[in-house]
Every structure is written in C-alpha cells, then in structure tokens.
C-alpha cells in the first residue's frame, strides 16, 4: 500500500514550491511514523493522563495485517502492559473496540481484552456503548450499528469532570411540584449527565471529518473523554494514532497530545490537521450537535 501524502502551509521549509510542506512539529504534540511499543517505552512511567485508542479489530483493513486471534491478543497484551505503566495513578484508560468476525460469527472484542486489563488490576468505570446510523447492511444477522469504549482506571481516585460534557435536558424548565424546592427548577441548569449511551455519527464520505482513513475516530467522541477525564495542560495519548482525531481533542482542549503509527501517510496527514486546527481552518463537527434536529430548517 503506497503512503498517502499530506501536507501543510507553514514557514519550516522555504524550499518547497510555494511554501507548502509537512508540518514537522508542534509545541503541544508528540506524534510520530514508530511501532507503539517502540513509541511508548521511550516515555516516562506514570506520564500520561488519558490514553484513548480504538487498536485495530483484526479483521483485514487495509491498515492491519489479519492474524489469528491468539496473536491478535498477544500484540494487545503487550500494548496495554505499556498502557498501563504510563499511566498516573488518577488517569484514565479508553479503549474503543467493536466485533472480529470470522466466517460470519462475530467476536466481541471488549469482552475478549477485558480480562487484559483486570490482570494489571484496573477498575472498570463504564461501558459505554458508541451507537451510529450508517454501516454494512448485513443479510444473515442483524446489522451492526454499536461499539463499546472501556473506561478504567487505577484507582477510585480518578478525574472525573461532569459540567463540561453535560447535554440539554429533556425537560429544562420542569419545575418542583412540591416540597421545600417547589416552584424552582428540577434539573441541573447546565444540563444533564450524557449516560453510558453515546449517540454520536461514525465517520462517512459525507462526514465534515472525513480523511482518507476508512475507520477514523470523530474528533467529538474523544472530546467527550478528554473534557471528563483530563484537566488543562495534562497528556493525552493514542497508540494507534490514525489520521491524528485523538491528537486534535487533545489540542482543542488545550492538552498535550502524544501518539504514533506504522504507516507515514496517516502521520502526515494527522499533521496537516493539527496545522488547519492551529490556522484555524479545521472542519469538525460540534460534540454535542444533535443527530436530528427536528426543529432544523
């Protein structure tokens, strides 16, 4: 498979033709063409924050090479030791998986790396379950529209930071109808807790994010979890960077991104978002926009 090609406006290199080239560095984000193992053993123990990823599912895509599922959860086992040992003691783990499927059945990938990750002792917070409308239509079971992220962490003295991810309400204006608070609002004016059920658009040819990638993560899913889980200025890492969406959560938000992968098409193109991100010219779409707005005109 031949590299994709990215590039970026920039003042690094006044060489190339009118000023266009790969955006090489940025003060807020390591992020590197390196095997994970190799990339995360360079980093200091307890180091990050929030490690969010989505590995891939070992199922044949272009990016992954298909093994047997023994294999699949060795090289698993391995990254999520490193996880694991760069992790601080109040961060978070988020890992995002959905099915390997094998002659028609399928294989649910949180339920077979679970285990992986109660060896180092961690806690299971949530399962939360990333519902989409578009995908395969299948014909011999029912079409596949979730996935699930497994939230851990090392300890009951963890980030959790409600009021920057609260959605509207359902009902805002309800009231009390009786008791000492009667006649004030019921609900939190801020918004209610998002649930363990995110309905959030997967990445599709008519996405606004869309990039060359075929199983990208959309920027708001991760945004979501580096808002409730990370404060300013900690670090956020993506072992299996992709075209870099972790990355531009991270940097949104002001935190420092961390991450890396195998092949150098991604990596530049990962680059040539953070610079749109910094230039200001970055498509996203909003966290928390709704699905269907049926007041929408």
């Not at 000023?19 to 053993?41: G, P, S, V, W, Y």
């Not at 391995?78 to 978070?92: F, N």
Request: net charge positive.
């Amino acid at each position: 498979m031949a590299p994709r090609q990215a590039r970026a406006y920039g003042t690094l290199d006044s060489q190339v033709e009118s000023n266009i080239h790969r955006l090489k560095r940025d003060a807020q984000a390591t992020i590197a063409c390196e095997n994970n193992l190799k990339f995360m053993r360079a980093l200091p123990d307890e180091s990050m924050n929030l490690i969010v990823t989505s590995p891939p599912y070992n199922i044949g895509k272009e990016y992954e090479k298909r093994t047997s599922q023994e294999k699949y959860v060795e090289d698993q086992a391995a990254c999520i030791a490193e996880a694991v040992r760069l992790l601080s003691p109040t961060g978070s783990i988020c890992w995002q998986v959905g099915n390997h499927v094998d002659s028609g059945e399928i294989f649910p990938l949180d339920i077979i790396l679970y285990p992986l990750f109660k060896h180092h002792g961690l806690q299971l917070r949530n399962r939360i379950v990333w519902t989409f409308g578009h995908g395969l239509h299948c014909q011999k079971r029912f079409s596949g529209r979730h996935e699930t992220i497994l939230w851990f962490t090392k300890s009951d003295d963890y980030t959790f930071n409600l009021d920057p991810i609260r959605i509207p309400s359902k009902y805002p204006n309800k009231k009390h109808f009786k008791g000492p608070n009667k006649g004030e609002l019921s609900s939190n004016p801020l918004g209610k807790n998002p649930s363990d059920v995110w309905d959030i658009p997967n990445v599709k040819s008519n996405h606004v994010e869309k990039t060359d990638h075929p199983c990208q993560f959309p920027i708001g899913l991760v945004e979501r979890l580096v808002l409730a889980l990370t404060n300013e200025g900690e670090s956020v890492l993506d072992p299996y960077l992709g075209v870099g969406s972790s990355a531009i959560a991270a940097l949104k938000h002001n935190r420092n991104a961390y991450g890396c992968d195998l092949d150098q098409g991604y990596i530049d193109i990962a680059w040539d978002r953070i610079h749109q991100l910094r230039a200001g010219t970055l498509r996203t779409r909003p966290m928390n926009k709704p699905v269907y707005d049926p007041d929408a005109k």
